[in-house]
């Protein structure tokens, strides 16, 4: 971990996720693509990124990207998605991460982040996965994947139980339609991949677009989510 870096609380990982509610999701082994990614959303108001650990060089990638964000962008919060194990989240919890996310519900990894007092958001589609999920501790279950079910199943999801926060998050489009229906439905946060990044950022005009990309489903969400502030901590 980098010596400028100090790790975010659980609550306060949880605190920003839902006053900036688009976490930008991205699989990448070069680090300057990364940062030329994270500075454009940043640009456009958003707060916190997830590298996730799908490639060979995923890791060393994300530990350059903590010293350039630790240097240059110190209000974003980073985090590592696709953890597939306790050692995995160990590595990147010493390496910065100060959120961990899953594609499943594992008792043990969550049990682990909570020890280690990081934010654990795992991955759930039933009802029963998000009971476990919760009954573990995570305070924030990712709906996955929620693109193949659309709106409707977390907005049923939500039927019995309103105090889950939910981040749908796999194959979501980016458009106003689309953020808006899954904010109405009950989304706190949203987790966005090809269909906010688009062709990325490595020239000006990529930037550019994806900076106001992100402002505007940011403005889209916080817009649409009239329930957020009533919810418990």
Not at 125 to 141: D, F, H, I, Q
Not at 170 to 181: C, F, N, P
Not at 182 to 199: K, R, T
């Amino acid at each position: 971990m980098s010596p400028a870096h100090v790790r975010r609380t659980p609550a306060q990982a949880l605190a920003l996720l839902l006053d900036a509610p688009v976490v930008p999701v991205h699989a990448d082994d070069d680090p300057e693509r990364l940062i030329r990614l994270v500075a454009a959303c940043s640009a456009g108001g958003v707060r916190a990124f997830e590298a996730t650990d799908r490639l060979p060089g995923a890791f060393d990638a994300f530990v350059q990207l903590r010293a350039h964000v630790d240097r240059r962008l110190p209000e974003t919060m980073l985090g590592v998605g696709s953890v597939a194990s306790v050692d995995d989240a160990v590595a990147y919890v010493r390496a910065g991460a100060e959120f961990v996310v899953t594609p499943f519900t594992d008792p043990d990894l969550i049990s682990w982040c909570r020890g280690a007092d990081v934010l654990a958001i795992p991955g759930a589609m039933t009802p029963s996965e998000v009971r476990t999920a919760r009954r573990a501790g995570a305070p924030l279950v990712k709906l996955f994947p929620a693109g193949t079910v659309g709106p409707a199943h977390l907005r049923h999801l939500r039927g019995p139980d309103r105090t889950t926060r939910f981040m749908p998050t796999g194959g979501l489009a980016a458009d106003e339609a689309t953020l808006r229906a899954w904010a109405e439905a009950g989304a706190s946060c949203v987790g966005l991949g090809g269909g906010l990044l688009g062709d990325g950022a490595d020239d000006e005009a990529s930037a550019d677009a994806l900076r106001d990309r992100c402002a505007a489903a940011l403005r889209t969400v916080l817009a649409a989510r009239p329930d957020e502030v009533a919810r418990p901590a």
